[in-house]
């Protein structure tokens, strides 16, 4: 983790002047700072008051990085661009809504879908084990074993239709509250990309499952209360609501994610 004063300069690149160390001051810098590939066309947001920028830092003659100052609240845009990722996933597991600004605008990552269904292979595997702990068979037949594994294609279909309607009761309160959630249109595509990266406690589930213990429905708990608060600050932070409304986003969310899993129990589904 640098350690480089206000400026949060990266290791060894010079001083809080911006200048390599044993090269002189910024005077000995050529005038005119050359924008890297960090400040192209797209826009980023400072962690600390969310005011957009256009650039990260800048590079300078003979490798001097100088990270930008945001000029609305005169602090560095983004300090986690010098950080370890393992410090920079701590904070996000602390739900700190500067990691969260830093993950969502200020990074490119594409692994929202692959992140997704492997957290919802994650939860049907869950359902799947309990479904079949409450419904023990040693039979070897293989047609048991067949119906076994269809088992598990089920649990998978019924955790991705209730993630599907709990997206669905945030986004359509959301939309309702429009007006109030933000001065411009809400980009609910970020918003949807935020929720998935978000889910990534639901990883937990399969530890939990595999060291089976006395306590394991208090950490499934947990595990789920764990990822409603990421949810809940994925939307504070990516439309920059207050906490109220982020949390009656979730409230409706889990209420639309109810009448699917009430609906289920009507149909006489196992739902797990």
Known sequence: ?????????????????????????????AATPTPTAASASCQYRCIECNQEAKELYRDYNHGVLKITICKSCQKPVDKYIEYDPVIILINAI????????HILFNTKINMHGKLCIFCLLCEAYLRW?????????????????YAKEWDFY??????SLEQAAFFTG???????????????????????????????GKLLLIPAVIWEHDYTSLCLRLIK????TSNFQAIRVTLNISRKLSFL????GLLVESTMVYFFQRMEWDVG
């Open 1 to 29: 983790m640098g350690t480089g004063g206000r400026y949060g300069l990266r290791p060894g690149k010079g001083n809080a002047e911006g200048v390599v160390a044993g090269k002189g001051n910024t005077d000995g810098v």
């Open 170 to 200: 945030i986004f359509t309160f959301l939309w309702v509250e429009r007006p109030t959630t933000a001065k411009k249109k809400p980009d609910f595509i970020l918003l949807l990309k935020a929720l998935l990266l978000s889910s990534y």
């Open 249 to 252: 986003a979730i409230v409706s």
């Open 225 to 228: 209360v764990f990822v409603l």
């Open 94 to 101: 602390l739900c700190k809504a500067q990691a969260y600004r």
């Open 129 to 145: 084990w309990q479904l079949q702990d409450s419904n023990q068979n040693t039979d070897p037949d293989d047609f048991i074993r």
């Open 154 to 159: 089920r649990m998978f279909a019924i955790a």
